[in-house]
T-cell receptor, first 107, second 112 residues
Framework: QKEVEQNSGPLSVPEGAIASLNCTYSDRGSQSFFWYRQYSGKSPELIMFIYSNGDKEDGRFTAQLNKASQYVSLLIRDSQPSDSATYLC???????FGPGTRLSVLP | DAGVIQSPRHEVTEMGQEVTLRCKPISGHNSLFWYRQTMMRGLELLIYFNNNVPIDDSGMPEDRFSAKMPNASFSTLKIQPSEPRDSAVYFCASNTGDYGYTFGSGTRLTVV
């Protein structure tokens, strides 16, 4: 079973703090991972993708991949109320999504 | 580009009726995915096509579900007969290469 796991949350952080979202996967063959943001009632939208071990930064977002530990994370710096959404981790190898973590950024 | 276009946006049907969902992928994208999303099960991959050919349909829940992609610009997902447990949001997504998928706006299906 090729699975992607996430804590469902909700994760609550104050405005301006760093939000840390985590994801683990079972398929060691997975080479690429994606983070999607989904607002309530909307479709998922791609915010980050990562292929290599280490960190990848894009604005306030940093994705981290550790293939040895089968672990992917997303850090959101200077969190804003507009970041409140469900964040979905996905494996590019088998197109499987995790259940998502609901993030709430409190003003 | 108009993005991935799905129709209808909402569908309410009676149990036992046939339902057809439609998707137009982004031009030039060679892979197309159908997903179903529910609160209980999250986002589930039903089937995906590459260059119009079905590659993996292991996620299709049962024989009542079928999907076709007759050409590069159109795909359908059909449920016959529909059941209340099929109620969900159905998303179509497309991509090219390995740079993530672009999702359509989804079809919210309610079977009563």
């Amino acid at each position: 079973q090729k699975e992607v796991e996430q804590n469902s949350g909700p994760l609550s952080v104050p405005e301006g703090a760093i939000a840390s979202l985590n994801c683990t996967y079972s398929d060691r063959g997975s080479q690429s991972f994606f983070w999607y943001r989904q607002y309530s009632g909307k479709s998922p939208e791609l915010i980050m993708f990562i292929y290599s071990n280490g960190d990848k930064e894009d604005g306030r977002f940093t994705a981290q991949l550790n293939k040895a530990s089968q672990y992917v994370s997303l850090l959101i710096r200077d969190s804003q109320p507009s970041d409140s959404a469900t964040y979905l981790c996905a494996s590019g190898q088998n197109f499987v999504f995790g259940p998502g973590t609901r993030l709430s950024v409190l003003p | 580009d108009a993005g991935v276009i799905q129709s209808p946006r909402h569908e309410v049907t009676e149990m036992g009726q046939e339902v057809t969902l439609r998707c137009k992928p982004i031009s030039g994208h060679n892979s197309l995915f159908w997903y179903r999303q529910t609160m209980m099960r999250g986002l589930e991959l039903l089937i995906y096509f590459n260059n119009n050919v079905p590659i993996d349909d292991s996620g299709m829940p049962e024989d009542r579900f079928s999907a076709k992609m007759p050409n590069a610009s159109f795909s359908t997902l059909k449920i016959q007969p529909s059941e209340p447990r099929d109620s969900a949001v159905y998303f179509c997504a497309s991509n090219t290469g390995d740079y993530g998928y672009t999702f359509g706006s989804g079809t919210r299906l309610t079977v009563v």
